[in-house]
């Protein structure tokens, strides 16, 4: 019997290719009863009617044919640059059998099923508005050596579809967007069709525009993107994550197009596309990625010609989920999650993978870009601390363009604030990124990042809540400052800063005043760009901080 090798593949379009059946396609749990290879994937949800075949060389293809007819099955496509075979069932064999019986063809080397995958979990909750994952990490504190313009990168969103027309990233997005099936990435999408909002709010993580008046900041201004879109629209609603249509789904063969055509076009055109950075917030709900598998093949064969793909771990709370854990992430970066106080989110994958070639990045309650020109205050999940990365990534690359994927990864491990058990773990992997201090690593300069908060020596828990938060000034002007019953001595000094250490403002307080009123502008009387700002009141009595987040 030949060992069946349950390969995950990632995110999602029901779509077919160009040699697949016309009928609706559905999906089932694997049930491997009989099956010996434990690689199987017990329980996985797999594409039902269907299998992928490795045959031997010495096979022709009339024998091919001839072997898969004696069993009811037939050949659907020959997927020739990766060696595989794509095979159709029976009507009514399970997937299980199959792999039984097709595994026991003469001429047969490998067989496996075709694993689903869909988009990562996404919460809202429009109360939680704050970019608290650029001050904790001290991304400012990186933009004052690279904001990601000085080198051409490009960050691909394998995904959703990114929403073209967002003001915050209509003038990032290049043109040649693509939907990728399971024959090619030949049909052109642009502008791109977002079959749901995921890819929306993972692009705006990874690379909105800064410094640019309009809703939030990627963590690399400079990086472009190129949407290459694996979801079928008419399988997803608007909603993705744990709210999507189960027909929102994509498989292994369609995500391996997207990482050869990233590869192949791409990365084989640096005058256009600069470096390239692939991000996947897709997987699956096993951990079945095998080496030699297509998936594996495909992320392999990115990263050996130089392409850096970055991986969402998952969001199970299990051991990470593929494709992040293909080749236990050795060609890979994998990228859990971690929440505002730097603990690990209770739904983030662990293992191995991320101890040893994987970080943490904030995953909960982001601020980004969401579809129709709007901005989300709560984009949860592996799927928003992967883009984050790879934007980090992006500030890298952009700032030295001979870094190897493998020194990128370096760099980023490197430059981390750990967290958990000393070193690498299972949980946090390297630890949090600081972006800070990963592009010093890379550069091979001294860490001269300071505090993660911005402002050494006041990184106590936030006392000043200021109303309203976030300030929209498209709703609001001003925002009111309160002064804390202790500190209300004398006349308090209120300083506001960027986050990372900047004075843009000094306010005065009235002797044993309640409140003072920011109008949003800077000590030249300009109003203040989209981002966090760190609020300072100290009196004769201590001091204490908040942040507010300003929506212009």
């Known amino acids: 019997m030949r060992t069946y090798p349950a390969l995950a593949v990632l995110v999602a379009a029901s779509v077919l290719g160009l040699a697949r059946p016309a009928e609706a396609r559905t999906t089932e749990r694997l049930n491997v009863v009989g099956v010996r290879s434990a690689a199987a994937g017990a329980g996985a949800e797999v594409m039902s009617g269907e299998l992928l ?58 067989v496996q099923p075709n694993h689903v995958y869909r988009p990562g979990a996404i919460a809202n909750d429009p109360y939680f508005w704050t970019q608290y994952h650029l001050d904790i990490t001290n991304t400012p504190g990186a933009w004052d050596t690279e904001t990601g313009s000085s080198n051409k990168v490009t960050v691909v969103v394998v995904d959703t579809g990114i929403d073209a027309s967002h003001p915050d990233l209509s003038g990032k997005l290049l043109a040649g967007s693509r939907y990728c099936t399971a024959a090619n990435c030949a049909t052109v999408d642009d502008p791109p069709t977002p079959a749901c909002n995921h890819a929306t709010r993972v692009a705006g993580v990874a690379a909105a525009a800064g410094n640019n008046s309009v809703a939030v900041a990627g963590a690399s201004w400079g990086a472009r993107l190129l949407s290459l879109r694996v979801f079928d629209p008419a399988g997803c609603t608007t909603e993705c994550g744990d709210k999507a249509a189960p027909g929102c789904i994509t498989d292994e063969l369609n995500l391996a197009q997207a990482l050869d055509y990233a590869r192949l076009t791409l990365a084989a055109d640096p005058g256009t596309y600069g470096r390239v950075v692939v991000n996947m917030s897709v997987g699956d709900d096993t951990t079945n990625c095998v080496g030699g598998s297509i998936i594996d093949n495909a992320i392999t064969n990115a990263w050996n010609a130089g392409v850096l793909p970055v991986l969402a771990a998952g969001n199970a709370n299990q051991n990470v989920s593929s494709p992040a854990d293909c080749s236990g992430a050795a060609r890979l970066l994998p990228v859990g999650a971690t929440d505002r106080n730097d603990s690990r989110a209770s739904f983030s ?134 002064i804390p019953e202790g500190l209300k001595v004398g006349a308090p000094s209120v300083k506001i800063f960027t986050m990372d250490g900047v004075l843009i403002r000094s306010l005065s307080v009235a002797s044993d005043g309640d409140a003072v009123v920011w109008d949003a502008k800077n000590a030249g009387g300009r109003e203040v760009a989209t981002g966090v700002y760190l609020i300072l009141v100290k009196s004769a009595k201590g001091s204490a901080k908040g942040r507010v987040a300003v929506i212009r």
């Open 349 to 482: 994958n662990f293992g191995a993978e991320l101890a040893n070639n994987g970080v943490s990045a904030p995953g909960v309650d982001i601020v980004t870009t969401d579809v129709g020109g709007k901005v989300t205050g709560a984009a949860t999940g592996t799927s928003f601390s992967t883009p984050y990365v790879a934007g980090v990534a992006a500030l890298l690359l952009a700032a030295d363009n001979t870094l190897t994927p493998a020194a990128v990864r370096t760099a980023l491990r490197a430059g981390v604030k750990d967290l958990g058990g000393a070193g690498n773990d299972n949980f946090y992997g390297a630890g949090r990124v600081n972006a800070c201090k990963a592009l010093k690593s890379a550069l091979g300069q001294p860490d001269t990042c300071g505090a993660e908060s911005g402002l050494p020596g006041y990184a106590e828990a936030d006392a000043i809540k200021p109303f309203p938060n976030p300030l929209r000034l498209s709703q609001r002007s001003t925002l009111t400052i309160h």
């Open 53 to 110: 075949v490795r045959f031997s060389s010495a096979a022709s293809e009339g024998e091919r044919t001839a072997a898969l007819a004696s069993v009811g099955a037939r050949i659907i496509d020959e997927l020739e640059s990766w060696g595989w075979t794509y095979i159709g069932l029976s009507s009514g064999m399970s997937v299980g059998e199959g792999l039984e019986r097709v595994g026991e063809l003469p001429g047969v080397l490998v």
